[in-house]
């Protein structure tokens, strides 16, 4: 598969100029990421998965891009990701660390990217170079581009504190600016399963955008709280007239249909930022213009 914008038109025939004309349009971006990250002298392998690999992708569909990074560096390129996303492809969020994607020994990125009027999902996955060999052989993603590999491989060193550093991010616990970022990127994921009519995915994202909303709620009025999850929740938080409030307006949530139509989906969100602004207004704050350019995409979505 080609990524580059160079394919001579004139020599297609018709019914490659037809394939031509309906390609993805993703690929489009997928060409400048490929462009961009193979100029990163830390960045060794660019794979792409999921639907564009397999040819079956549609107008919604993710860009699922695998990033192979020395071990020693890979803690630089997380900590630069963001402003390369934002910079290079006008990412609308923070990137968001993807708890849901399965451990292929690196850590996964969700960014939300402009693209001819929608926000497109660019799933990307960095990667140690030292595990990456493994990572092929488990999911079998397409090459796209591979740069010149010394054969000499990282010291144990690098290796270890590679290791460490992605555990320990991972374990970290988001605060409400985090989880905000989270809410609009589980939304963005749910609206699209419904718009497929992919209910069972659509149920398990609900009930992360559920998970967002009580860890809003517990991280901004119990932030040091020993217990996780559900657990102790009620004794928690109902200590205030906030926290009761807090907790009623869960419950709703929890009570409505488990399959959302995009309406509700909607309204999940909303109460979420209904909530943070009362909470945690230093979040919503700090995060305004990403939330207001995020509804204003979802609004132009919703009138495509």
Do not use: N
């Amino acid at each position: 598969m080609t990524t580059t914008s160079t394919t001579s038109r004139a020599a297609l025939s018709p019914l490659e100029e037809l394939a031509y004309a309906h390609r993805p349009s993703q690929l489009t971006v997928l060409a400048d990421l490929v462009q961009t990250l193979s100029g990163v002298p830390a960045v060794t392998q660019l794979l792409v998965r999921g639907s564009l690999a397999t040819g079956t992708a549609d107008r919604l569909s993710d860009v699922d891009l695998v990033v192979a990074v020395t071990d020693e560096r890979l803690l630089a390129l997380m900590g630069s990701l963001d402003a390369v996303m934002s910079t290079e492809f006008g990412a609308l969020l923070p990137g968001w660390r993807d708890t849901i994607v399965g451990d292929l020994g690196g850590a996964g990125f969700v960014y939300l990217l402009p693209h001819d009027g929608h926000l497109l999902q660019l799933d990307l996955y960095l990667c140690p170079d030292s595990a990456v060999d493994a990572l092929r052989r488990r999911i079998g993603p397409r090459l796209l581009w591979q740069g010149t590999r010394t054969g000499t491989g990282p010291d144990a060193r690098a290796r270890t504190e590679a290791s460490a550093e992605l555990a320990r991010t991972a374990a970290a616990p988001a605060d409400c600016s985090t989880l905000l970022v989270q809410a609009m990127v589980l939304h963005a994921m749910l609206r699209k399963r419904v718009l497929r009519g992919q209910e069972y995915i659509a149920y398990g994202l609900l009930h992360h955008l559920h998970e967002t909303c009580r860890d809003v709620i517990r991280t901004a009025l119990v932030p040091h709280s020993r217990h996780h999850g559900w657990y102790h929740l009620p004794d928690e938080v109902g200590r205030t007239a906030i926290g009761r409030e807090c907790l009623a307006e869960l419950t709703d949530a929890l009570s409505g249909p488990p399959v959302p139509t995009v309406v509700q989906a909607d309204q999940a969100l909303e109460r979420i930022v209904r909530l943070s602004g009362r909470i945690a207004p230093h979040a919503v704050t700090a995060l305004a213009d990403e939330i207001t350019a995020y509804r204003a995409y979802q609004s132009q979505e919703g009138q495509a």
